[in-house]
């Protein structure tokens, strides 16, 4: 699988390397990777904040990981409960502050953040449209994010049970 690598800004890294996702695509095999063309490391999009996307799936078969600020990131202000609940099950330590929030990465957190909330994520958007042989999402969109998630979840189960 080929991974394509555009260096990050100043500030910000690319936590997941082009070794790291051929072996949990290799992990995975066939299942996860069938009609994948290429996946890219690249520059966030240029939208402001901390809003952009991890990843992109770029019909049929790309998938984009974007770069990520330098952690430990501080926002301004507090998190979704959502953002936070996602955040601290990929293993980010979260405080909370009257004005900003910060979030600190231990260890491999914020590579494992990239690869499953990210990569994986993304794969599920694919493997759900290449089984209906779709280059458009075939469902809703809460239930394309919500089937997308399940297989996120999965996927980081199988690795951490495999893995530790």
């Given at each position: 699988?080929?991974?394509?690598?555009?260096?990050?800004?100043?500030?910000?890294?690319?936590?997941?390397?082009?070794?790291?996702?051929?072996?949990?695509?290799?992990?995975?095999?066939p299942a996860?990777?069938?009609?994948?063309?290429?996946i890219e490391?690249?520059?966030?999009?240029?939208?402001?904040?901390?809003?952009?996307?991890?990843?992109?799936?770029?019909?049929?078969?790309?998938?984009?990981?974007?770069?990520?600020?330098?952690?430990?990131?501080?926002?301004?202000?507090?998190?979704?409960?959502?953002?936070?609940?996602?955040?601290?099950?990929?293993?980010?330590?979260?405080?909370?502050?009257?004005?900003?929030?910060?979030?600190?990465?231990?260890?491999?957190?914020?590579?494992?953040?990239?690869?499953?909330?990210?990569?994986?994520?993304?794969?599920?958007?694919?493997?759900?449209?290449?089984?209906?042989?779709?280059?458009?999402?075939?469902?809703?969109?809460?239930?394309?994010?919500?089937?997308?998630?399940?297989?996120?979840?999965y996927t980081?189960?199988?690795?951490?049970?495999?893995?530790?």
């Open positions: 699988m080929p991974v394509e690598v555009c260096p990050p800004r100043r500030g910000f890294v690319h936590p997941a390397s082009p070794a790291d996702i051929v072996r949990v695509l290799t992990f995975f095999g996860a990777t069938y009609g994948l063309r290429r490391l690249r520059q966030r999009p240029g939208l402001p904040g901390f809003g952009s996307p991890v990843a992109e799936l770029r019909a049929p078969g790309l998938v984009r990981l974007f770069e990520q600020p330098t952690p430990p990131w501080v926002l301004a202000g507090g998190l979704t409960p959502a953002s936070r609940e996602r955040l601290e099950r990929a293993g980010a330590l979260i405080a909370a502050g009257p004005d900003v929030t910060r979030v600190d990465w231990p260890d491999r957190a914020l590579r494992d953040f990239v690869l499953f909330d990210g990569l994986m994520h993304e794969i599920g958007h694919h493997t759900i449209q290449h089984a209906a042989n779709k280059p458009r999402p075939v469902m809703r969109t809460a239930d394309h994010e919500r089937r997308a998630d399940l297989y996120a979840a980081r189960t199988a690795w951490t049970a495999a893995t530790a």
